[in-house]
């Protein structure tokens, strides 16, 4: 998606910060145009989720708290946390934004029917005459994914398989209004034949409404066939968002890329391996976090956080960067494990 | 849901056999209930071999504890006070029932208020879950009996069914509470009802399911509470404070070796707890999917 093809900015999280018993999720910033779908990549454990957690302005942890930052969606605020306090927006969860947590077992009421949870949904957002024509819809997703509807919807969560629960989730998520749809891990279930499907759908379904699908997910197949822009995140914070199609220049997004490279030869396979960064590396707010394992470090990524800054590209994608000492566009920053 | 029913009512069956027979087998090897019944003048005439056979007891203990009918016979007489268990437990029945309901209505409706604040209020949960481990830790015997000796001094608590109900409602409401904040806790923070908040299900929607899950808890703890707390806390209250009721009776009946009357309570403790459980179980099974279709899948 080019710049001037972005009607606008739907999704604006600024610095957000959560605290548990220490910070786990620090200072991250974000924006997501209309119209796009970016995946949220990086380790495991390396707060994706939690990021996910906090632009909803409320956690599956009670112990975790927002100490900072503000969230919008189309310009209405979605939560602010100023003086200590978080004054949450709670009208605008499902109406502007949704997220569909990990785990769809767990997710889904376990005492209700998925038709019944279906219908309880659709009474918040629709009125009486309109709920037909939006369970309708909801068929029909399930139906071009391949799956007769009445199987998931005449069932309780428990009767059905991870897959399927997945399906019946996603379908809720798909019908409530809401402008960004943050997606985690939604796809894990499910077998090829059947996410080639549903992201077709996806992508059609942004391409028609206009909304935007934030996604966390570690499958890499989908960056190239779904995906327009990678958010990646390290260590509690996004480093990079870059399109698809564009040169990544941070060199832990090369460093990440080129672990999903298929041509790569067994021995740099083994040189990445060797080399990989902690997963839960200590979260620095007095410098880069990757700065120890980084091998285009400079002196200032020992004393400064560098702040995610917009850079200029040739083809008018977006794209944002946490670096201070970045490779450059046209240099070859591929991972060969010599350097440093 | 009848299969169910009548799964339960059968391992019920099975245990009060086993129970009765247990009481048959043993009871008579302790004291021998006709030698009692004839030391006591209750059945002049009649002698040992005689009131044996009245009472059964030259019958395998097998055979008697296959007999139930013969314990629920109201017209049987008491060993101890040598009247029928008719007259006893008709004029014994109603402190038992009013300390029972008194309990009972105060523990549930304090118990939920407490077990609420208790959820809003970090520390009055804490010290309702401190006074709770430390209840558990003093037998609860100890505990009435103490505290019918320091009423007794300025209250006149001495027979009084008042005083005695409220101690065992506030005991049983402590332990309400606990039950009542740590289902609420687990409910609110259930990850589908984090994701009914997050997709943007109405409030009155996402309240109703807390709940019901809640509900759902609370049943799971409430034959344990009921049978256990307040039954067996009515037996305490009754000693501690005096009171002529049926909890009384049966100690005094364990005491005498009263077998007719020892019979007749167990066999009706069993119905109750019996019919209690499973509408408890039922309702239970009605509330939790899961719990039908495991249940389905079990038989």
């Known amino acids: ?340 | 849901m009848l299969r169910l029913a009548l799964y339960k009512l059968l391992g019920a069956l099975t245990v009060g056999v086993l129970f009765l027979g247990m009481i048959e087998f043993f009871a008579p090897r302790v004291i021998d209930p006709a030698v009692l019944l004839l030391a006591g003048g209750g059945h002049s005439g009649y002698g040992w071999r005689e009131v044996r056979r009245e009472l059964g007891l030259d019958d395998p203990w097998y055979v008697r504890a296959l007999s139930l009918w013969r314990s629920v016979n109201l017209n049987n007489k008491s060993l101890r006070y040598h009247v029928p268990i008719r007259k006893l437990i008709s004029s014994r029945l109603s402190p038992t029932l009013s300390i029972l309901a008194i309990s009972t209505a105060f523990s549930l409706t304090f118990g939920l208020l407490l077990g609420v604040i208790a959820y809003r209020f970090r520390l009055i949960g804490t010290m309702i879950l401190f006074l709770n481990r430390l209840m558990l830790t003093v037998p609860v015997f100890v505990l009435a009996s103490v505290m019918a000796a320091c009423l007794a001094g300025f209250l006149e608590a001495r027979n009084n069914i008042y005083y005695g109900s409220l101690l065992l409602g506030l005991y049983a409401s402590l332990w309400f509470s606990a039950v009542i904040r740590s289902s609420i806790k687990q409910e609110m923070a259930a990850q589908h009802h984090a994701s009914m908040r997050a997709l943007g299900y109405r409030q009155r929607d996402i309240t109703l399911s807390v709940f019901l899950g809640m509900l759902h808890h609370l049943l799971g703890a409430l034959d344990l509470f009921l049978s256990v707390l307040l039954t067996g806390g009515t037996v305490v209250v009754e000693y501690a404070f005096h009171i002529e009721g049926l909890g009384l009776l049966l100690l005094d009946a364990v005491h005498y070796m009263d077998l007719p009357v020892i019979r007749f309570m167990f066999v009706v403790a069993l119905v109750l707890y019996t019919t209690f459980a499973i509408g408890i179980l039922m309702l239970r099974y009605l509330l939790d999917p899961r719990m039908r279709l495991e249940f389905q899948r079990m038989l």
């Open chain 1, 1 to 340: 998606m080019k710049r001037e093809n972005i009607s606008r900015i739907v999704l604006s999280a600024k610095h957000i910060t959560v605290s548990g018993e220490n910070h786990i999720v620090y200072d991250a910033s974000l924006i997501l145009p209309s119209h796009t779908v970016m995946l949220l990549m990086g380790m495991s454990g390396s707060g994706k989720s939690l990021f996910l957690q906090g632009i909803t302005g409320f956690f599956l942890d009670e112990t975790l708290r927002l100490c900072q930052g503000k969230v919008t969606v189309e310009g209405e605020e979605i939560w602010q946390a100023k003086d200590g306090s978080v004054r949450l927006n709670r009208e605008a969860l499902g109406d502007k934004i949704a997220l569909s947590y990990q785990e769809a077992g767990q997710s889904l009421n376990p005492r209700l029917k998925c038709r019944h949870q279906l219908r309880l949904l659709l009474r918040r957002f629709y009125s009486t005459n309109e709920i037909p024509a939006e369970m309708e819809r909801a068929n029909e997703f399930l139906r071009v994914s391949g799956i007769e509807p009445e199987r998931v919807w005449s069932n309780y969560p428990c009767q059905l398989s991870g897959g399927l629960q997945q399906m019946a989730y996603l379908a809720l998520a798909l019908r409530t209004p809401a402008r960004v749809l943050l997606l985690d891990e939604i796809f894990s279930n499910m077998d090829s034949a059947l996410l080639e499907k549903v992201t077709t759908f996806l992508a059609h379904h942004v391409h028609d409404t206009g909304r935007s699908l934030l996604v966390v997910t570690h499958d890499p197949s989908l960056i190239s066939g779904f995906a327009h822009y990678v958010a990646i995140f390290y260590s509690g914070r996004i480093i990079e968002i870059v399109h698809k199609k564009d040169k990544p220049l941070h060199p832990f997004t090369r460093y990440f890329f080129a672990c999903f490279d298929e041509n790569l030869t067994a021995p740099i396979r083994q040189l990445i391996s060797a080399n990989a960064p902690g997963t839960r590396d200590k979260i620095s707010s007095n410098g880069c976090s990757y700065r120890h394992q980084c091998k285009q470090k400079i002196n200032k990524c020992d004393t400064t956080v560098p702040p995610l800054r917009e850079c200029k590209t040739e083809n008018g994608h977006i794209h944002f960067l946490a670096c201070f000492n970045p490779f450059d566009n046209h240099e070859d920053g591929e991972y060969d494990g010599s350097k440093g």
